[in-house]
């Protein structure tokens, strides 16, 4: 095959570089002859898988509704996205701009980048790895419910599936359809700056893009090209600091929406639990690779049976077997196919940063179902030219047989959510109840968002469990309430200064005394003991001196536990973990908040079936204020007789 010498000194080849030609089988003639054909029944079903798995529901997270809240905040007041990924919100804002809160409409740009970045990963492999790896990749992808469950929602992970196929895409024509490339600065600069840009737009849409970077070098470390490396790192920080200008002179008050800290902390909610140590790292690799691989990969590759409430059973077996394929399949393919190479690296490393990077809490499908159509075509082309050697063709069979496995499992799985899936988009679509689907607890929760939002005063505040879901099914503004307010142990001791008053601490389990005597409410996770008594919540009050003897005795017959060392009481709550609400503190915040009402909602802690048991931070914020001021709140209307939303207005 001829070759051409360009000006900046890159050998390139008149023609695509095909990979052995001796080592394809008639499998491979069989895809590569009608890959075409292959391509569109892979897009087309894809289209249909689209339709078949629509949700026109939100999510019960609430992140896409924050999604497009940010989108409507960019387009109407040119606000940076401060929630997670800001590219995914600037590029929904034009259509927020044209069509609204149109759900349907925005749910369905999904879909669109996902069949793009099909398109893309066709085009950026085409010709450069086996067409029977190739097809039957695209082919399984196209068919897997997991890809296409995120294809109507609006989260981040399609737009992060486009951004990335179209970095792999110019990465692909400008170093691996290209032998050996040594391309100059003088007349390649554009190269290398594109590639910057798509590595940027990947970390503005997931923080994870950022590591397609590390996956590069790495890349040009292996195949010994340094000045590929030492330029890509050098545009890549041209970009990202002409970016970091940019964004400074014109949203000069944005930040970030990540703070690397809540990853390295133990618990990412509590910073002050400490940082993760080196062992620590070791154990979230450990788990992460158990659920991720094991479990959700297994999933989509149909070897593992989906169930309905993604609940997943990881396996360290299947675990050790993943791994041990693929650092076999990276031996393999290291010298025989440059392209597979890249693929294995950029799966391997991005994956192994979210491995690390990512506590636990955070299992969800989504996060590896962003590399699916690439560890495909990594890990079948691994097997490809496994079983493609003089010694081990004749157990080729081994590998249609593999993909009949693969798509067997994988439309079976895409059997049983498609059936669950079409008669809720049936009810949703064309039998109009766009809430069809939802449970008790959501349908109650959302039909009072609607009618507060249309009777309340226009100038109301309402305080949601969800403020950004409420704001999408109705487009009046909702707000939430603080995660957590409460004051230290040692505050009960500023009582003591107050000699006139008298502090007695009770068990509240069976009921609390109202009105200006309370002043604190305890509610321990550990065992808080009241006169050698467990008390599960605990009210502290003050009382007149004089009147110390009547209410002594009105608790002894009643038989209430209690205790007049506030010493204790505190040592107690150092110990133990514990939660020190104050009313008066509470009821301040919501006259501050110039808020009016509050949805009470019971939305379940098991979305699955209905235990009894709900979310009730809300429920709490208005118990411990009624505690002391019974008057405080009244009740508006509620919807529902199971798991019902009660609305509450502030009256004093």
Not at 307 to 321: G, H, L
Not at 350 to 373: E, G
Not at 414 to 419: A, F, N, S
Not at 458 to 470: L, Q, T, Y
């Amino acid at each position: 095959m001829k070759s051409t010498q360009r000006k900046s000194g890159a050998t390139t080849l008149k023609q695509p570089v095909v990979v052995e030609p001796r080592a394809y089988t008639r499998l491979n003639h069989f895809f590569e002859r009608y890959q075409d054909a292959f391509f569109y029944l892979s897009i087309a079903l894809a289209v249909l898988m689209s339709i078949c798995m629509f949700d026109t529901k939100v999510s019960l997270s609430g992140d896409d509704c924050d999604y497009i809240l940010s989108a409507d905040a960019f387009w109407h007041h040119f606000t940076f996205p401060g929630f997670r990924g800001p590219l995914y919100p600037i590029i929904l804002s034009p259509f927020i701009g044209l069509f609204g809160m149109n759900l349907i409409v925005l749910k369905s740009l999904s879909a669109v980048f996902i069949l793009l970045s099909l398109w893309l990963t066709y085009k950026s492999f085409k010709g450069i790895i086996p067409a029977a790896v190739l097809m039957p990749s695209l082919l399984l992808a196209s068919v897997c419910s997991f890809i296409f469950f995120y294809a109507s929602y609006t989260y981040s992970e399609p737009l992060f599936m486009l951004t990335q196929a179209l970095f792999v895409y110019f990465f692909s024509k400008f170093f691996l359809r290209v032998d050996n490339a040594t391309y100059t600065l003088k007349h390649d600069w554009k190269k290398y700056l594109i590639l910057g840009a798509f590595a940027l737009a990947m970390g503005l849409t997931r923080s994870i893009g950022y590591a397609a970077v590390g996956a590069v070098a790495l890349y040009f470390i292996v195949k010994g090209q340094w000045k590929n490396l030492l330029y890509t790192l050098v545009a890549v920080a041209v970009v990202f600091l002409a970016f970091q200008l940019f964004k400074k002179v014109v949203w000069p008050a944005s930040g970030s929406a990540y703070d690397i800290r809540n990853y390295l902390a133990k618990d990412y909610y509590n910073l002050n639990g400490g940082m993760e140590d080196l062992p620590g790292f070791w154990i979230r690799l450990r788990d992460n690779s158990l659920v991720y691989l094991s479990a959700f990969l297994c999933q989509m590759l149909g070897v593992v049976r989906e169930t309905p409430s993604n609940w997943f059973m990881p396996s360290v077996p299947r675990t050790i077997i993943i791994y041990v394929f693929y650092f076999v399949g990276m031996i393999i393919v290291a010298r025989r196919n440059a392209p597979l190479l890249f693929t294995g690296i950029y799966v391997g490393v991005l994956n192994f940063v979210s491995f690390v990077v990512l506590q636990n809490i955070w299992a969800q499908d989504r996060l590896i179902m962003i590399y699916y159509p690439l560890i495909l075509i990594f890990l079948l082309g691994a097997l490809y030219f496994a079983l493609n050697t003089k010694r081990s063709r004749r157990f080729f069979f081994v590998y249609p047989v593999v993909l009949l496995i693969l798509f067997g499992g994988t439309l079976n799985n895409t059997r049983l959510r498609v059936g669950r899936t079409l008669p809720v988009l049936q009810q949703n679509l064309l039998l109009g109840d766009p809430l069809y689907g939802f449970t008790p607890d959501w349908q109650n929760f959302i039909k009072a968002s609607q009618w507060i939002a249309k009777n309340a005063e226009k100038d109301a505040v309402i305080v949601s469990r969800k403020p950004s879901m409420s704001m999408v099914y109705t487009g009046r503004n909702f707000t939430g309430l603080p995660a957590s307010l409460t004051v230290p142990a040692d505050t009960l001791l500023y009582l003591k200064g107050d000699t006139s008053l008298v502090p007695i601490v009770a068990d509240a389990s069976h009921g609390a005394m109202s009105g200006e005597v309370l002043r604190y409410i305890i509610t321990p996770i550990g065992d808080l003991t009241l006169g050698g008594k467990r008390a599960p919540v605990a009210c502290v009050y003050t009382y007149p001196r004089q009147d110390l003897p009547l209410v002594l005795q009105d608790m002894e017959q009643q038989g209430v536990a209690y205790t007049l060392d506030l010493d204790d009481v505190v040592a107690q709550c150092r110990q133990i973990d514990v939660r020190i609400y104050d009313p008066d503190m509470m009821l301040r915040l919501l006259h501050e908040s110039k808020i009016n009402y509050l949805l009470l909602a019971q939305l379940r802690i098991d979305p699955t079936r209905n235990t009894g048991q709900y979310i009730n931070n809300i429920h709490r914020y208005a118990w411990f204020i009624s505690a002391k001021y019974p008057g405080c709140f009244e009740t508006v209307k509620t919807f529902g007789t199971s798991e019902p939303c009660e609305i509450l207005k502030l009256v004093q």
